[in-house]
């Protein structure tokens, strides 16, 4: 624990992770770039471009014609391009009369930084469709791909879930196996102290940073980044700690298999972050998962947890929404607790 | 009941990893308050013997048993009573001096002050440094760690895996001392180590090799029975003369010795036959004298009969 490097990481990292995500979202609509094609002037045109460059949250960039739209998105002067139909007037007029109709303009992305993608093309929807909002083929939109869009917020349970595995699991088995292979596992096995408390007197320091963790955490998501924080602050407490343990069971499963340092990072990256980034739903949800891997999702203990500190969180769902997570996650712990002692040896081999 | 009045016996262990035999047969037993010295090349399974008998490993084959118990049934016993310093240096490199003894003394539950009396003589050599992190300590200053540490339990056998590798030649000679002092108090100690010069300092050794003891005797005795007439020779070229003295059928081993090459009579051997055979080759400047042979010699006697 005279590690204070590693000590610093730990405790920075959540911080600087949950500022990063959190700003680097709430500032995205703020200046999107936005150029706009005319084929023919008409007064419906007008009144759109001037709702456009009133908007706070859009850099009105003028008009361009149909050929610079590639130049244009590429060189990044602008993040998107509305384009109008050259019949626009009397396309809105049948869109206001009839509620339906053909797409009177295009939305053209730079999908490059998807985020602000997502962020932009819904702002720009909202604000070219108006009241007629309820219709999505009045906008016609382009992007290399279009999830729902995504609140900021969103982030915070995400990052939760990654942080508490990764400090959880990952320094824990590190740790462990760091003492197998430095010889200290030896003279500590040859002793009276059961391995088994060594053990866990490792995981303990592990355990209550990951609780300030979790404090700097929720109290940064509250008066940070101003999230609702609706749900019961028991509840998300009682979650995350289930959470916590299932991390270390994790990760006293992992310095059971692995004999050496790198070889328990390789596992914890392998069978840990990468699912947990790319399945958990943290970045991607689990709905717009190909059928192939929703299953595979499922396996992922963090999927849960961010599901159900989402719901928690953000929505202020009650304990009995989150039951089925909760429970998942209790089952998870347990049989990973069960496999990890089972897997334990307080021999060498 | 034999096994309670011996500190360690072991009989017939074996053990393999994967296809290596690491331990073929092996067995020897270890008296109360002795000093015995497990002596052999790097991969004799010195370091696994070791391990089986503090209860790391289990052998495939045959029994063993520290202080009257059995190292599979009885190991969490085994593991109160037994001091273990492994090969490698095993202590937490980021913990003071102080902080390590502390920390092995709540291991096994008592304190420092309670024992300091087992560890003074050693512990004291590096108090000065008691604030200092045993990173970086030297090497000789964390053998005396080490060893501090497997001693603060009054442990009744003590288990020192090459305790003087990459020690230097005064602190090695420092450290035989303790363990001689140590043994004084009624320790029973089993030491392993690749020196054959440090052979000397034990009471009974065992000579090994691949997985086999070679012999165990007292280091007296080993040199007393060698029997054969042992002699050290030198000529001004000593890569050809080594090259020649194999060659002659009366020369039943040669082998290089450092400055003399050693040189152990068959049948028909007469010194001053060998002169004048050698002048004859072509040899000048040679010098012949009979010696004592030391363990060295004894191991690799005992290694060509086993061929």
């Given at each position: 624990m005279r590690d204070s490097r590693t000590m610093l990481i730990a405790l920075l990292m959540p911080v600087v992770q949950i500022l990063l995500f959190g700003f680097a979202i709430s500032t995205e609509v703020n200046n999107v770039n936005v150029a706009v094609v005319v084929p023919k002037w008409d007064e419906e045109i007008r009144q759109s471009v001037n709702k456009l460059s009133s908007n706070p949250y859009i850099t009105y960039k003028g008009v361009i014609t149909e050929h610079d739209i590639d130049q244009q998105?590429?060189?990044?002067?602008?993040?998107?391009?509305?384009?109008?139909?050259?019949?626009?007037?009397?396309?809105?007029?049948?869109?206001?009369?009839?509620?339906?109709g053909k797409a009177a303009m295009q939305l053209i992305m730079d999908a490059s930084n998807t985020?602000?993608?997502?962020?932009?093309?819904?702002?720009?929807?909202?604000?070219?469709?108006?009241?007629?909002?309820?219709?999505?083929?009045?906008?016609?939109?382009?992007?290399?791909?279009?999830?729902?869009?995504?609140?900021?917020?969103?982030?915070?349970?995400?990052?939760m879930g990654m942080i508490f595995i990764l400090i959880c699991a990952m320094l824990t088995s590190v740790s462990i196996v760091r003492e197998k292979e430095t010889g200290t596992m030896d003279v500590l096995l040859?002793?009276?102290?059961?391995?088994?408390?060594?053990?866990?007197?490792?995981m303990v320091p592990y355990f209550?940073?990951?609780?300030?963790?979790?404090?700097?955490?929720?109290?940064?998501?509250?008066?940070?980044?101003?999230?609702?924080?609706?749900?019961?602050?028991?509840?998300?407490?009682?979650?995350?700690?289930?959470?916590?343990?299932?991390?270390?069971?994790?990760?006293?499963?992992?310095?059971?298999?692995?004999?050496?340092?790198?070889?328990?990072?390789?596992?914890?990256?392998?069978?840990?972050?990468?699912?947990?980034?790319?399945?958990?739903?943290?970045?991607?949800?689990?709905?717009?998962?190909?059928?192939?891997?929703k299953p595979v999702s499922a396996i992922v203990p963090a999927r849960w947890y961010i599901d159900a500190m989402r719901k928690l969180l953000i929505q202020g769902a009650s304990f009995n929404l989150i039951l089925k997570d909760f429970l998942i996650l209790v089952g998870m712990t347990l049989a990973l607790l069960a496999l990890a002692l089972k897997n334990f040896k307080d021999k060498l081999e | 009941m034999s096994t309670t009045t011996l500190a360690i016996e072991v009989n017939g262990v074996s053990k393999s990893y994967g296809s290596i035999k690491a331990l073929d047969k092996v067995s020897l037993c270890v008296e109360r308050g002795e000093l015995f010295g497990l002596i052999g090349p790097d991969g004799a399974g010195k370091t696994t013997l070791f391990k089986i008998l503090v209860t790391l490993l289990n052998a495939d084959e045959g029994t063993a048993h520290v202080d009257g118990l059995d190292v599979v049934k009885d190991y969490k016993q085994i593991r109160a009573r037994v001091g273990y310093m492994p090969g490698k240096f095993s202590l937490y490199p980021d913990l003071t001096i102080e902080e390590n003894m502390e920390f092995f003394a709540?291991?096994?539950?008592?304190?420092?002050?309670?024992n300091y009396d087992m560890v003074a003589p050693i512990y004291k050599q590096i108090e000065p440094f008691k604030n200092r992190r045993a990173g970086r300590l030297s090497g000789g200053m964390k053998q005396k760690l080490a060893l501090s540490c497997a001693l603060i339990h009054r442990p009744s056998v003590l288990f020192l895996d090459e305790p003087t590798t990459g020690v230097d030649a005064v602190s090695r000679s420092e450290f035989w001392d303790m363990l001689y002092s140590l043994k004084q108090q009624g320790l029973s100690i089993m030491v392993?180590?690749?020196?054959?010069?440090?052979?000397?300092?034990?009471?009974?050794?065992?000579?090994?090799?691949?997985?086999?003891?070679?012999?165990?005797?007292?280091?007296?005795?080993?040199?007393?029975?060698?029997?054969?007439?042992?002699?050290?020779?030198?000529?001004?070229?000593?890569?050809?003369?080594?090259?020649?003295?194999?060659?002659?059928?009366?020369?039943?081993?040669c082998y290089t010795a450092g400055e003399y090459h050693h040189l152990l009579a068959g049948n028909g051997f007469d010194a001053r036959q060998l002169v004048s055979d050698l002048e004859n080759r072509g040899h000048t400047n040679v010098e012949l004298k009979g010696i004592v042979p030391d363990i060295e010699d004894v191991f690799i006697k005992l290694l060509s009969n086993e061929d």
């Open positions: 998105l590429r060189s990044g002067k602008v993040d998107a391009i509305v384009v109008f139909a050259h019949d626009f007037d009397r396309l809105m007029a049948q869109w206001k009369q009839n509620g339906n985020i602000t993608a997502q962020a932009g093309a819904g702002y720009l929807n909202n604000i070219l469709a108006g009241d007629l909002m309820q219709s999505n083929s009045l906008v016609e939109t382009h992007m290399l791909f279009n999830p729902q869009m995504k609140s900021a917020f969103n982030f915070v349970p995400g990052i040859v002793s009276p102290v059961r391995p088994l408390s060594i053990i866990f007197a490792k209550a940073l990951s609780c300030i963790n979790l404090t700097t955490i929720l109290l940064l998501a509250r008066f940070v980044l101003g999230i609702p924080m609706s749900g019961n602050l028991g509840s998300i407490i009682t979650v995350s700690l289930v959470y916590l343990l299932l991390s270390l069971a994790l990760g006293l499963l992992i310095s059971t298999v692995a004999k050496k340092q790198i070889v328990a990072l390789l596992i914890s990256a392998a069978v840990m972050l990468m699912p947990i980034v790319m399945l958990s739903g943290m970045m991607f949800p689990v709905e717009n998962m190909p059928d192939v891997l | 709540t291991l096994f539950g008592v304190t420092v002050e309670q392993s180590t690749p020196y054959m010069d440090e052979a000397s300092r034990c009471d009974r050794i065992a000579l090994c090799n691949s997985g086999k003891v070679l012999d165990i005797d007292s280091p007296e005795h080993m040199v007393e029975k060698f029997g054969s007439p042992l002699y050290a020779i030198k000529s001004s070229n000593m890569f050809g003369l080594l090259k020649d003295l194999r060659s002659f059928d009366y020369v039943a081993n």
